[in-house]
């Protein structure tokens, strides 16, 4: 079965980080990839995300669902931009160094190139961070991290179950799937994509009246046994931050301030050596 | 002394019902009692529950009138923490109630609520856990634990919070016989060393009576109809009035005009006195009573030989398994959760590929088949009716497989009304699904199943959670169909369903094929019970009491009588 959103238990130390500090690592990196256009900033950050991917001893097999997901996006949002505006390259850079001509409204150019080239490092330097807190962050201890940082733990805890059910509920997905194949009702690829969409849209009324149950049941059973009785509650599966957790919160927040820096210094967020 | 729950003509109404669920309810519980509160479904027992842990009043809303006190003070007053303290509860879906992500987390959830120091509920869960034996699984997800390990981790979630009573929601319900046994004795060896009170609310009768109970508490319709001792309740006709299930060995012993009466100690098959004019009773029956009838010897029609299978996480879930299935039988499939049982009916569909051996259906390879293909001869319907059913209107949802197969409209018609003739759903059939009770869902999913006429249809555990009536309901319909020509597949662990209603069980462990025998046969066989997580039926103690050797000729000649007096 397809592991779309999940924790994979690894020894490494990007495990051994808080679940805050790698929410917080990962807001920053985010950040920071997105103030800056320039290019000597954002070919590192992908070739970082790659070196952590490694420590985490999280392999490409584990996100590849994910992965193709994305990198379909990635493609299909680079075409929009050149379809509809072909010329937002030379707009930014402010120059047009014409290439070749694919027809009167669609001229490739340098400019543009090297903005598509931006957007993909973008990318390249996002989704593997996404992934990387996504695998190695423990949906309870992330909890009892979300809390310590500020969070009402209720809200925490919610998000922390959140986490919990998914697999849960893929399996009970597949599980009603087989069934209703089982009467008739195709969803293999022999049958048109909108036909297999329909199908599955049916699973989703079994599949909800049973979370609600699901929900009811849990939602007693958090009670009976106190659940929002205080304003505080402690954390089985709470571990305090470690040096290395403050080290990587500093590196991340000095990578903002590098890129907001960058950014005033040069006067513009993009950067383009043929300028 | 004063009792520690004390109900004072208590009436209760839910705000979305017209009539009261509870009405003028009066029971006192002292402390140290064990009590057991019996009835068929919809009798008032899980809302009687909800008031004493306090959902009621403070999670579902409605009125009540009288009084509810818990250790004197008025539970309306109280709030659901305060009152979390007092009572502890284990829920009857240990799956749905496990709220942590692992067996430490989930121990300690209560006392995190409380705002223990960390290093503290270390100490405590380690305690508790080593208490109900789980210690070893502290840090496994509830998804690698059996039914019986995460109904412990429920009970010491409970018990890490000292609370004086302790509350069970139909602790038998999803657990195997031998993993319900061992739950029987769990709690009542709790009740010992902690001196709790405890309540357990169950309609399995002779499951909950394998340890002693001081009281049953019997009710009906929303009140109480018996509040006695289990000797004074076996002795009296209250059972069957309020069709709840006489004890195996007491109904034989019925059957041999043996009176039970409250002095000779019926309430377990240890404790009864039975004197020798009663052992006699019981030889004569037994000596005169014909053998069942022999197994038939119909054409096979489904035959699995040599199958084997293992899931892609390398763990084999079938290992060289053969079953033929003949025409017209009602077939048992047994065994512990994670056997086999249910790998070996999706091979079958065609969920799974074996990795080994061959399927045929009337010699034809099933393999060779797509799941569709398949279910146009074998149908399958799944535990719980919720997952299966996806149509709005009931008619609809029995039509959806007719439909998916082209089948022109007015034959679809014609299909679905006759097929909601046999299955008692025809009055209803304008109804929408969510109107129906979950007996009359699993119904409509079964209907849905038989509409394509199979040949062989497979169950996958038909009567789990059923009361009585309801089972007896579910199981008088199958034999309704089987006698029509349909073969019954049935995948259980209920060893009542197999005495009642199977010829022969076909009883699975780790994988592998353990037995392929008369039921009467496997539930006499303390070997194969052990191996497969069955238990020994009452009937054997009671052949072995009164001299009888053979415990298998017994049981089959219960099996006689008792179908006899049914039919």
Known sequence: ?275 | MDPIIKFHNFTWKYNAQAEPTLHDINLEIFEGEKVLICGPSGCGKSTLAHCINGLIPFSYKGESSGSLTIFGKETKALSIFDMSKMVGTVLQDSDGQFVGLTVAEDIAFALENDCVPQKELFERVAKVAGEVSVGEHLHHAPTELSGGQKQRVSLAGVMVDDVPVLLFDEPLANLDPATGKQAIELIDEIKRTRNATVIIIEHRLEDVLWRDVDRVILMQDGRIAADVTPDELLSSDLLKTYGIREPLYITALKYAGVEILPEKAPHSIRSINLSDDDVNAVKNWYFKASEGAAPGNGEILLNAEHISFAYDNGRKALDDVSVAVRKGEMLAIVGRNGAGKSTFSKLVCGFERPRNGSLLFKGQDLMKLSIKERADSIGYVMQNPNQMISQVMIADEVALGLKTRGVPEEEITRRVEDTLKICGLYPFRKWPVSALSYGQKKRVTIASILVLDPEIIILDEPTAGQDFRHYTEIMEFLREINRRGITVVMITHDMHLMLEYCDRAVVLSDGRKLADAHCAAVLTDPDLIERASLKLTSLYDLAHLCGIEDAEGFVRCFIACDREVRA
Not at chain 1, 172 to 185: F, N, T, V
Not at chain 1, 221 to 248: N, V
């Open chain 1, 1 to 275: 079965m397809i592991n779309i959103f999940n924790y994979i238990e690894r020894q490494s130390p990007i495990h051994r980080l808080t679940g805050a500090t790698k929410l917080v690592c990962f807001l920053l990196w985010s950040f920071a990839s997105m103030v800056t256009y320039d290019t000597r900033i954002l070919a590192v950050l992908p070739v970082a995300a790659v070196i952590l991917f490694g420590v985490s001893k999280i392999r490409l097999k584990d996100v590849k669902f994910i992965l193709s997901v994305t990198a379909v996006f990635m493609v299909l949002n680079n075409l929009l931009v050149f379809l509809f505006s072909p010329m937002h390259g030379c707009e930014i850079y402010g120059s047009v160094t014409e290439l070749f001509r694919i027809s009167a409204r669609y001229v490739v150019t340098r400019e543009q190139l090297w903005y598509h080239l931006n957007l993909v490092l973008k990318y390249l330097a996002q989704i593997p961070m996404l992934l990387l807190f996504v695998t190695t962050t423990d949906p309870s201890e992330f909890a009892a991290s979300l809390n310590k940082i500020g969070v009402n733990y209720k809200i925490a805890y919610s998000v922390a179950l959140a986490l919990r059910y998914i697999p849960d509920i893929q399996r009970e997905y597949h599980d009603i799937s087989l069934s209703q194949q089982a009467r008739g009702i195709e969803m293999s690829k022999k049958e048109s994509l909108v036909k297999r969409l329909k199908a599955a849209s049916a699973i989703l009324i079994p599949l909800i009246l049973s979370s609600m149950d699901r929900i009811e049941i849990i939602s007693n059973a958090m009670e009976l046994r106190g659940f929002g009785k205080g304003k505080k509650r402690s954390w089985y599966m709470a571990r305090p931050f470690t040096p290395a957790d403050i080290l990587s919160m500093i590196i991340c927040g000095l990578l903002l301030v590098l890129a907001i820096i960058d950014t005033a210094k040069m006067g513009t967020r993009f950067w383009y050596p043929w300028a």
